[in-house]
């Protein structure tokens, strides 16, 4: 909302030296989002006047039209005589009134004028179109004034109105009443502490009879509609300049008289309108919802195909008019318009909002629609524009008024007086509370002896509906800045969760091992399980819908998190990024079977009881929180000291490790065939005997379907299942010699290095620190379809030093154990 300063000063008694930054500031404390204040007009300097063309001589030796002008403009150039002033444009006369800037002055862009010769004459200034003015975009021809009893010479710049402050405000959907100069001087009034005079103050005249005849066939549609006629209205009559910069200032382009003051009645009061055409009109004026099949042309020269929800203006021949949105052209007010019947109605602020949304259009009339319109205005409005239309275009206003309504209710809120403060944490007096509510409106019935108030807000306000509503506009008039800030006190002893701890934790090893994490939403759609080639009955194709999605690209809530990181390692290797590890953590979404379909709505007066809560969680899926990562291009970089390392599948499962190593487990790696990894290179990741993830190589179908990098390796696992997080203990660290035993076993190749190593380790009893694999041989030694595996075993006690007979011991029942479970023989032994 555009709203001139000069517009708000007529209904506000604001101070003399109040500027237009000044009423912003305290706007902007009363809650509103004054985005920007615009000094239109300051960089005019005159002299700026009104003058009379007193004669024109065609010049007919150049190209285009070229008029040498004389132009009376009385005093202001000091001598009286006549300006001569060369002008482009033909759309004036002799006789007509004009704008003209002398030498000396300045026009809006810096544009400085002064005598000069052109065309083979000298031009002493120059006659101004709007466009120059800075109050409109045409540019075709200049500013031919209406005419009026101002005398030649007198200055424009005031008579125009040119020089304003213009407050630029952002209203929030709650604020419709702020979509009116109405509703700012109000605003204005309350922060000054001065008197507003409300523009629909007038004595509305005895009518005894009806207008052009309307009813309501949907009361849910449309509560309230007036019209009113006018007869006899000269389509040639010009809208009064002072009107036409004010409609420019804020926002909308001069149309003609009868449709520039129903737009300025709108800005003014915040009450839309309507003019039809009377003679095309047929029959009665109905108010109804689209019928199956019905289209209306609107003024955009558009044919609409209707829908049975859209709330519309009809008369006998069907569909006229978009209700509270955009009128029909069949009806449209042309230039030859004399006779008219002005609406006013009150429609639903939901219907509105479904239509333009449905529909694509939108319009300044829907905009306020569907934030809510004081459903007190239309009888005010209706009157005020027929009124306009007989002063400024000679129309006789018919006596009579059609007035159709559907009952409504009213409004009560019961609240405490010291509900306000308790909200705040700011003591209010009863006194201040009552005051501040009667500012905005309100009509206050406090209770005898009691904390009790009886609100009814006024009908412009329709967003106030409970105490709440009541208690922010106490807050907010009393002043935001009033209200103390003080640092929360935490309770000794609490902090971060265990899981929180882990959660970091994790994040600090894996971006210590090389991972950098990233942020992926949450969304996902049904393409993406296709490209992870998940089979028809994998329970992770099923899915939550969002009823809003933010793209219906997306539509889904994804249940693991590989779309999102493989789509980011994706774009950063689309931009040169060859060698990329990526992490992210975060939660997935698990549809729980028999959940209901919605989660129940609960009430904002109270809390919830345990049973609304448990009802909400019955409704929302399981949301396992998960570590996940991707790598692609080298793991260990090549340069001078030689070539690098790719990544491979080990590296993503040393990934999976570097996460349970934090959670203080130890996994067990098995081989495995799970989507999206590839058959031969996927491993499944256990704690104990608990499934927790897999890691692995990608199938090459999914680093095709995703744009990857060949032999993309990934990782994914469920932290929760790695158990309760508990304190991180510090490791014992002996101070006694490790012993070192290597030995290679011999098995046979389809047995995994990790059943021989889990049976060492269990064989090798108390003294065994560590294992590791440190080789693997399938040479001809081995023997066919054999490997030889190579581990280091080392040896430690917490208390001695281990002589070599005990090591040897442990080695050898270690290897007994491993003999024993998979087979394996050792070899040179």
């Known amino acids: 909302m555009r ?141 031919v004034l209406p005419p009026g009893d101002e005398p030649t010479g007198t200055d424009a710049i005031e008579l125009l109105g040119l020089r304003d402050d213009v407050l630029d405000i952002a209203v929030t959907p709650d604020r419709g009443y702020a979509l009116s100069i109405r509703g700012l001087a109000r605003e204005a009034a309350i922060a000054y502490d001065v008197p507003f005079t409300d523009p629909t103050d007038v004595e509305l005249p005895v009518e005894t009879g009806g207008s052009y005849p309307a009813s309501i066939a949907d009361p849910t549609a449309c509560d309230r509609i007036v019209l009113r006629e006018v007869r006899g209205f000269d389509p040639s009559a010009q809208t009064p300049m002072r009107m036409r910069v004010r409609l420019y200032r804020a926002g909308m382009r001069p149309v003609s008289l009868a449709v520039d003051i129903t737009n300025y009645l709108m800005l003014e009061l915040g009450q839309p309108l309507h003019a039809f055409d009377r003679g095309k009109l047929t029959g009665p004026i109905v108010v109804r919802r689209a019928a199956e099949g019905e289209e209306l042309e609107t003024l955009d020269h558009v044919r609409r195909e209707l829908h049975p929800e859209d709330i519309l203006i009809t008369d006998e021949s069907g569909p006229i008019s978009m209700a509270g949105t955009m009128g ?139 105490p709440n509503d009541l208690a922010e506009e106490v807050i907010r008039l009393e002043g935001y800045d009033a209200i103390p800030s003080r640092a929360p006190r935490p309770v000794a002893g609490r902090g971060l969760t265990p899981a929180q701890r882990l959660r970091r934790r994790i994040g600090r090893a894996l971006a210590g091992a090389g991972y950098v994490e990233v942020l992926s939403y949450p969304f996902t759609a049904e393409k993406d399980w296709d490209g992870l080639q998940l089979p028809a009955g994998d329970p992770r194709r099923r899915a939550l819908r969002l009823a809003n999605p933010m793209s219906e690209d997306e539509p889904l809530l994804r249940t693991t998190l590989l779309p999102g990181l493989l789509k980011t390692l994706g774009r950063n290797v689309g931009r040169g990024f060859a060698d990329v590890a990526l992490y992210e953590q975060g939660v997935v979404f698990r549809p729980r079977e028999g959940a209901p379909a919605r989660s129940p709505r609960l009430a904002v007066d109270r809390g919830p009881t345990a049973g609304e809560i448990a009802s909400v969680e019955a409704a929302l899926p399981d949301q396992p929180y998960r570590v996940a990562a991707v790598l692609a291009g080298e793991r260990e970089p090549s340069g001078w000291w030689g070539g690098g390392r790719p990544a491979g599948w080990a590296d993503a499962i040393e990934a999976a490790r570097t996460v349970a190593r934090e959670a203080g487990v130890e996994l067990a790696v098995r081989a495995d065939r799970h989507e999206p990894w590839h058959p031969g ?35 994914e696992l469920e932290t929760r299942l790695l158990g309760d997080p508990g304190p991180v203990r510090a490791p014992h660290v002996s101070s006694y010699p490790v012993a070192t035993q290597d030995v290679a076993l011999v098995v046979d190749a389809a ?76 070899r040179g032994g």
């Open 3 to 143: 709203a001139p300063l000069s517009w708000l000063r007529e209904y506000v008694a604001l101070p003399a030296d109040v500027t237009g930054r000044d009423l912003a500031d305290r706007l902007i404390a009363a809650g509103l989002e004054v985005e920007a204040v615009e000094r239109a007009g300051a960089d005019i300097t005159g002299p700026l006047v009104v003058g009379r063309v007193l004669a024109i001589e065609e010049l007919t030796e150049f190209k285009k039209p070229i008029r040498y002008c004389q132009v009376d403009v009385g005093q202001a150039n000091g001598t009286g005589e006549p300006q001569n002033i060369i002008c482009g444009a033909s759309n004036f006369a002799v006789g007509d009134r004009v704008v003209v800037i002398l030498p000396g002055g300045e026009l809006p862009g810096g544009f400085k004028i002064g005598a000069r010769k052109t065309y083979g004459r000298v031009s002493e200034g120059m006659i101004c179109s709007v466009r120059e003015l800075g109050i409109g975009d045409d540019h075709d021809g200049i500013l």
């Open 681 to 715: 290179r996927c491993a499944a990741l256990y704690a104990g005997e608990t499934l927790v993830g897999h890691a692995g190589e990608l199938h090459p179908r999914v680093i095709k379907a995703f744009g990857l990098p060949p032999r993309t390796c990934a990782m």
């Open 751 to 826: 047995v995994p290095a990790a059943e021989v190593e889990a049976a060492l380790r269990d064989g090798a009893g108390e003294l065994l620190e560590s294992v590791r694999l440190f080789d693997v041989y399938t040479g001809e030694q081995a023997g066919e379809g054999r490997k030889s595996l190579a581990y280091s075993l080392r040896f430690r006690a917490p208390d001695r030093t281990l002589t070599a007979e005990e090591a040897g011991a442990s080695r050898d029942a270690a290897v007994a154990a491993a003999a024993e479970r998979t087979g394996a023989v050792q």
């Open 328 to 466: 029909g052209l069949a009806t449209e007010i042309d230039e030859k318009s004399a006779d008219m019947v002005i609406e006013a109605a009150h429609f639903d602020a939901i219907g509105t909002a479904r239509m333009i949304r449905r529909h694509r259009v939108r319009s300044e009339a829907s905009y306020r629609f569907e934030r809510g319109v004081d459903r007190e205005l239309p009888l005010y409005a209706s009157y005020l524009a027929a009124r306009m239309l007989a002063e400024l275009g000679g129309a006789e206003v018919l006596p009579g008024v059609t007035h159709a309504e559907a009952p409504a209710g009213t409004v009560t809120i019961e609240m405490a007086a010291g509900h306000p403060g308790r909200v705040a944490g700011v003591e209010y007096a009863r006194d201040t509370v009552v005051r501040r509510l009667e500012q905005v409106g309100c009509a206050v019935r406090a209770a005898a002896g009691g904390d009790a108030l009886t609100v009814t807000p006024p009908s412009w306000r329709p967003d106030l509906t409970d």
